[in-house]
Each structure stands twice: as structure tokens, then as C-alpha cells.
């Protein structure tokens, strides 16, 4: 009886320290997943963006949006890693609900063996930097063609500090947002990425005024074939996003990337059907346009919902982002070159507040938690929604006003009729 006893203590003897260590015990299966989805979403950034943008432009301002994107590539990894990780996921103290602290200021606390859940913390510190770094670049598109190189570097980096990384430790590094009862549901970052940069984007676009020429000469995209090709590497690139934001390789990952798909076809065919009803032929930039915006309102909505709220999310993005495009844009007549808000503000908007909608277990999601009901999921949804549209339209405001006041926003009238290509980078996409 005594040695029965003694096994049975030494058993749980060597039990007891595996069980206390399994919270952080490294899973090679969800680090070769998180990997893979890293490397997708820098993917999204360059080529993907890049290129989706860099054929919407005229032939002469090609190269400087491709030089925009991976600029800011460059300059947001740089934050990342010396303050901006650290803002964003950091204890921030006495102040904790609204920005995180400077304990990983150089990633100084980062090792080889440090820890995020079940994959190692470095691999999750470059997989948020993928969305730092295409956030900034989504805001590019709002005022290609005609605000100077310097401005630009210098507002991602002032408006990369002060709006994004408050709003993503508000919703993801435990700040204030991710307190409420309910919470908002913000999977992979409606709020903290695509109405964040569209806002920033209206706002820019109106203050650095209308291109020379808009709406008296004819400004088409010079190359749809870059456009297609880069929203097909977005498209791709979105499963890392979405299915990537469970930080596990599981079956909410494949679920999230189930959504995805089914709402970027939704939304893709019903802009192209809305074209085709209205102007009598579909074309290719709009399906590409109805692809991204199904991708940008699934994108809070991908870890809560299921096939049946996909679908009527992307159905209503492919609505209401062509609405945006073309009748909000042309109502209100601010010149958003290449429809950033119209795509990513209203897509991200519509899948914010029907993320509240269809998470409910009766229309196929995860459902609600304890004592929530639609209305206050809807309400807690529409609440972010606003605090992101004011935090970022205000301060992105304030930005550009001492940019401007400083350097100055806009390249003069001659600069940019000969384009960026030229007047600010002395190289051309293509040899006469």
C-alpha cells in the first residue's frame, strides 16, 4: 500500500510541472501556421497593394505609388520595432486602458524562448507588424498622384504613433474598447485597419485638394492588368490576415478562412452584376473593387460568424461599396483617387455592424456571449465604429494641418503635371 502511495505521488510529481507549463508550450503546428500567415500578409502590402494601386494611376505616377508602399514597408517595421509593439501590446500602467507601456522598447524583453500562447512571441510581434505596415499603405491610395514624398513619410509616421497604436491597444492589447460589456467583435481589424486608414484617407484627400484636372479630363487607369493581378495577391493574402488573426492553426482558423472566401465572391459578383445591370457591360476594375470590399467587411466578422453571414455580408459590401464609389463620391465631390474610403471605410463599416448581426447562433455564428443580445452587440459594434471614425478623423486632421503649415502637403502645379515619377523620384515605369 505504501509503495502504491509513493508511485502515485512520484507520478504526479512529474505531471504536475508539464500541466503548469502547457499554456506555453510551443506548438509547431500553429507556428508553421502563423509563419505562413505572416509571411501572406506582408505579402498583402508588396505586391498586392502595390500593385492594385500602381495600375489605377496614370503611367506617370506609377513608380511613385510602388515607391509609397515600400517606403512605408520600411519605416512602419522600423517603429514597430523600436516603440510601436510595445505601445500596442505592452502593460501600460496607471494608463493601461489607453496605450500600452515602453517595457519592449528595441523588443528589448524579446528571446528566442519568449512566448505568445502556443507560438513564440517574435513570430506574433512580425505578424502584427504586417498590419501595422499595411494600414499606413491603405491611406496611399486616398491622395496618389499628388502630395510630396517627404509629407508622406512624415505623416505615416506621426499618424502610425498617435491614432493607430492607441485604437489597436484599445481593441487588441486589452485597452478600454476590449472592457465594454459587450465587447466590439473586431477579429482581424475592421476597426483597427480598414476604417482607421479610409477616415485618414477622406481627410487627406480633402485637405491636399483634387488632382489637377479632376472631373474635366479624363484620369483612367493606365495598366488593369497590375490592378487585377494585385487584388488577386490581396485576395490570397486575406486568408493570412483573417485566418491568421487566431494566432492557432484550429478550426476557427478554418472557418475564418471559409468566410473570407465566400464573401470576397459574394461581393465580387454583386458589384460586377450592379455594373453590369447599369452600364451594360461588367468590368474588370470594379469585380477587383467588389473582391476587396467583400474582403475588407468579412474582416471583423471572420472569427464570428458562419457561411450564411458571409454570404449577406459580402452581398451588401458588393451594394454599399459601389454605392460609395461612385454616387457618395461624385454627391459629395472630394477626390479620393483611388477609392479608399469608398472601399475600405464603408466596407469596413458595413461588416463592423453586421458582425453584431449575424454572430448570432441562429444565423450560423458562434453566438452571443452571456446576457448579450443583438441590439447590444449592434450598439457595442456601432460604438467603435465611431470612436475609430472621430480618433482618426480628428487627429489625422491635426496632422496634416502642421505638415502642411511645415512642409507643405502638395507638390507644386508643375511637379505634378509631369508627374511623380520624374519630379520626385528622377526615374520612369516605362522607357519611351
Not at 504613433?161 to 473586431?186: E, F, K, N
Not at 479630363?217 to 493570412?240: C, E, K, Q, R, S
Not at 476594375?285 to 475588407?296: F, N, P, T, Y
Request: glycine share 12%; charged share 10%.
Amino acid at each position: 500500500m505504501m509503495l502504491y502511495k509513493f508511485k502515485k505521488l512520484l507520478s504526479l510529481c512529474l505531471i504536475m510541472p508539464s500541466l503548469a507549463m502547457a499554456e506555453d508550450t510551443l506548438s509547431s503546428g500553429d507556428t508553421a501556421w502563423m509563419l505562413t500567415a505572416t509571411a501572406l500578409v506582408l505579402l498583402m502590402t508588396i505586391p498586392g497593394l502595390s500593385l492594385f494601386y500602381a495600375g489605377m494611376v496614370r503611367s506617370k505616377n506609377v513608380l511613385s505609388v510602388l515607391m509609397q508602399c515600400f517606403a512605408i514597408t520600411g519605416l512602419m517595421s522600423i517603429i514597430w520595432v523600436v516603440y510601436g509593439y510595445s505601445l500596442a501590446f505592452s502593460d501600460g500602467g496607471s494608463v493601461n486602458n489607453w496605450i500600452g507601456g515602453l517595457d519592449n522598447f528595441m523588443l528589448l524583453n524579446l528571446t528566442v524562448d519568449s512566448m505568445s500562447g502556443s507560438i513564440p512571441e517574435t513570430v506574433f510581434m512580425t505578424f502584427q507588424m504586417t498590419f501595422f505596415i499595411i494600414t499606413p499603405a491603405l491611406i496611399v491610395g486616398a491622395f496618389a498622384e499628388r502630395m510630396k514624398f517627404s509629407a508622406i513619410l512624415w505623416f505615416m509616421t506621426v499618424w502610425g504613433t498617435i491614432v493607430y497604436l492607441p485604437i489597436c491597444h484599445w481593441v487588441w492589447g486589452g485597452g478600454w474598447l476590449s472592457q465594454m460589456s459587450p465587447a466590439p467583435l473586431d477579429f482581424a481589424g475592421g476597426t483597427v485597419v480598414h476604417i482607421n486608414a479610409a477616415v485618414a484617407g477622406l481627410v487627406a484627400s480633402i485637405m491636399v485638394g483634387k488632382r489637377k484636372g479632376y472631373k474635366r479630363i479624363v484620369m483612367p487607369p493606365h495598366n488593369l492588368t497590375l490592378t487585377l493581378i494585385g487584388a488577386a495577391l490581396l485576395w490570397v493574402g486575406w486568408f493570412g490576415f483573417n485566418a491568421g488573426s487566431e494566432l492557432a492553426a484550429d478550426g476557427a482558423a478554418g472557418m475564418a478562412m471559409a468566410v473570407t472566401q465566400i464573401a470576397a465572391a459574394a461581393a465580387a459578383l454583386t458589384w460586377m452584376f450592379v455594373e453590369w445591370i447599369k452600364h451594360g457591360k461588367p468590368s474588370v476594375l470594379g469585380i477587383a473593387s467588389g473582391a476587396v470590399g467583400g474582403l475588407v467587411a468579412i474582416t471583423p466578422a471572420s472569427g464570428s460568424v458562419g457561411p450564411t453571414g458571409a454570404l449577406a455580408i459580402g452581398f451588401a459590401a458588393g451594394l454599399g461599396c459601389y454605392w460609395a464609389a461612385t454616387s457618395l463620391k461624385n454627391k459629395f465631390k472630394y477626390d479620393d483617387s483611388l477609392d479608399v474610403f469608398g472601399v475600405h471605410g464603408i466596407g469596413g463599416i458595413i461588416g463592423a455592424l453586421l458582425t453584431g448581426v449575424f454572430v448570432s447562433a441562429s444565423l450560423g455564428g458562434v453566438g452571443f456571449g452571456e446576457g448579450v443580445t443583438m441590439g447590444s452587440q449592434v450598439w457595442s459594434q456601432f460604438l467603435s465604429v465611431l470612436v475609430t471614425i472621430v480618433w482618426s478623423g480628428v487627429l489625422s486632421y491635426v496632422i496634416l494641418k502642421v505638415i502642411d503649415l511645415t512642409l507643405g502637403l502638395r507638390v507644386s502645379e508643375e511637379d505634378e503635371v509631369e508627374g511623380l515619377d520624374i519630379s520626385s523620384h528622377d526615374e520612369r515605369g516605362y522607357s519611351l
